[in-house]
């Protein structure tokens, strides 16, 4: 494995991770971006940030989520133990909260009005929106038409919350275009508005501002994993669309001699069109104003994307995710959506626990490694709930077949 220190990984003053990152963004986003950048770094270091923060972590998220080891499913695999990072308990029901309210902290300290933002899934947009009812901020969310009907519940979510929810109606109608559409909407007015970006993706300074609100995942991972069984996991698995979850975790493991395996969504399959593996299938280019692996055309435009996790089918990736990948850090592998469906099922009726399609493809990798590996520990990061994929998965697979 190679050796690792998470120091290497921070950027450079130009926002970059090796060759990825960056600030490719027209001229009128430079000052907002550097506003933003500026801000960050000042406030951030700041006693009464931290001590606000804190105080949210503990006493409105819920913070520290559980570690929980699941022992039928172990049982039924037969090989390494399998163990979740609990981050559907988090408040709204994944980590993406984690975020959003050091986002809404960090708007509040800079005196921005007004909060805006893209959703997949729908989890960034309902953490967003639960942050800016606690802060009292206006929201705005842009949410591809493709997902607003796969995603229902948490289009409501976000309207009781008090959010605007802007429909994107071109392009695929998905994640992509909803980022397009929220940063067209953020330039119009960015004295009193703050883009809150979803993951760690973007220009600088988003991805590590997003990853430095997430890291809290990897911290107390680590700490709970050592308490409950006197060492560290073999293995860390976490889904990657974005990569905000993945790289919360990762962080806290990077200097030690545990496995990381970031897991894609491969979809339907290889072919184009079929799925959302940008490190697999990618290769360098730039996106919403940032380099990363990308899944696109001979021309640079992305190409088309899909899975049945809606929070997945980004065509790139985050800029740091590309770097531990071409440092051989973390080892970037795929589930299919019937692999994630199969662990979505198996992960209800054997543990209680209905996971996010999205936290089920790093559920699927896992219940794979187990069986590789005959023993063991695996900590997967169960990323958020699936009360908002039910609909969907009750009218296209069912059921399940009971255990």
Do not use: W
């Not at 949410?143 to 695929?172: C, H, S, W, Y």
């Not at 051989?328 to 199969?342: K, M, N, P, S």
């Amino acid at each position: 494995m190679t050796t690792f220190k998470k120091g290497n990984v921070l950027p450079d003053a130009g926002g970059y991770y090796g060759e990825y990152g960056g600030v490719y963004v027209p001229e009128c986003l430079l000052g907002p971006l550097q506003e933003v950048t500026d801000a960050y770094q000042r406030i951030s270091r700041s006693a009464d940030f931290i001590a606000e923060l804190r105080y949210i972590r503990k006493h409105f998220q819920g913070r520290p989520t559980p570690v929980s080891y699941c022992k039928r499913l172990s049982d039924q695999l037969g090989g390494a133990r399998i163990y979740l990072k609990r981050e559907d308990l988090n408040h709204s029901g994944a980590h993406k909260l984690n975020h959003c309210m050091g986002e809404g902290l960090l708007a509040k300290y800079m005196g921005k009005k007004r909060v805006i933002a893209e959703t997949g899934a729908g989890q960034h947009g309902v953490a967003l929106a639960t942050a800016a009812a606690y802060f009292g901020l206006e929201c705005e969310i842009h949410m591809g038409e493709v997902d607003i009907a796969k995603q229902a519940p948490n289009v409501a979510r976000m309207k009781l919350l008090g959010a605007k929810v802007v429909p994107v109606t071109f392009g695929l109608r998905t994640l992509k275009e909803a980022v397009d559409s929220a940063f067209a909407e953020y330039l119009k007015d960015p004295v009193n508005t703050i883009y809150c970006i979803g993951s760690v993706v973007g220009p600088h300074p988003f991805p590590m501002l997003v990853r430095d609100f997430q890291e809290v995942v990897g911290i107390e991972a680590r700490e709970q994993f050592l308490d409950m069984t006197g060492g560290l996991p073999e293995a860390v698995t976490a889904c990657v669309g974005g990569g905000s979850n993945a790289m919360g975790i990762f962080r806290g493991f990077l200097d030690d001699p545990t496995a990381l395996y970031g897991v894609e969504p491969l979809g339907k399959g290889p072919k184009t069109g079929d799925h959302a593996a940008s490190m697999t299938y990618g290769t360098p280019g730039i996106i919403h104003g940032f380099k990363c692996y990308l899944l696109q055309d001979k021309d640079g435009e992305p190409l088309p994307v899909y899975s049945c996790a809606s929070g997945l089918d980004y065509p790139g990736v985050g800029p740091e995710h590309c770097y531990l990948k071409d440092q051989g850090r973390v080892q970037y592998v795929t589930a299919l959506d019937t692999e994630a469906i199969d662990a979505f099922f198996k992960l209800s009726r054997l543990e209680g626990i209905i996971p996010a399609l999205e936290s089920a493809h790093a559920v699927a990798y896992a219940m794979k490694l187990a069986q590789e590996m005959k023993q063991g520990a695996i900590l997967v990061n169960l990323s958020g709930r699936g009360d908002k994929d039910l609909d969907y998965v009750i009218e296209n697979y069912g059921f399940g077949t009971p255990e």
